[in-house]
């Protein structure tokens, strides 16, 4: 059974840095992409970062290039995303979620439809 729990989320005034983290659990996969999407208020869900756990390949959402980051511990089996430099836009619940199987493309990377397992998401909220 995949469990994804995230963790990390809460207020932030603009400018400042939040950690989240995504602890993942029952991996049975020999390769998988892992990622982060959010939601933010009367928003849809939207892709920001993901990484292709076989070479490390990320794809970052353009909103977000320059300012977060995805990063890996295999040993705990957890995947973060830095985030900083913070505007009010960024104000969202963050997911963290898995696809199970390679994708090869950049387009098939961000495409929500292609992941299979979600966690419960965690808020962020950027004061100004």
């Known amino acids: 059974q995949v469990q994804l729990v995230e963790s990390g989320g809460g207020l932030v005034q603009a400018g400042g840095s939040v950690r989240l983290s995504c602890a993942a659990s029952?991996?049975?996969?020999?390769?998988?992409?892992m990622g982060w999407f959010r939601q933010g208020p009367g928003k849809e869900r939207e892709f920001v970062l993901a990484?292709?756990?076989?070479?490390?390949?990320?794809a970052h959402a353009d909103s977000v290039k320059g300012r977060f980051t995805i990063s890996r511990d295999s040993a705990k089996n957890t995947v973060y995303l830095q985030m900083n430099s913070l505007r009010p836009d960024d104000t969202a619940v963050y997911y963290c979620?898995?696809?199970?199987?390679?994708?090869?493309?950049?387009?098939?990377?961000?495409?929500?439809?292609?992941?299979?397992?979600w966690g419960q998401g965690t808020p962020v909220t950027v004061s100004s």
């Open positions: 979620a898995l696809d199970r199987a390679w994708r090869a493309e950049l387009t098939e990377i961000r495409k929500i439809a292609n992941y299979n397992y």
């Open positions: 029952g991996l049975p996969f020999s390769d998988y992409t």
């Open positions: 990484i292709r756990w076989s070479d490390g390949n990320v």
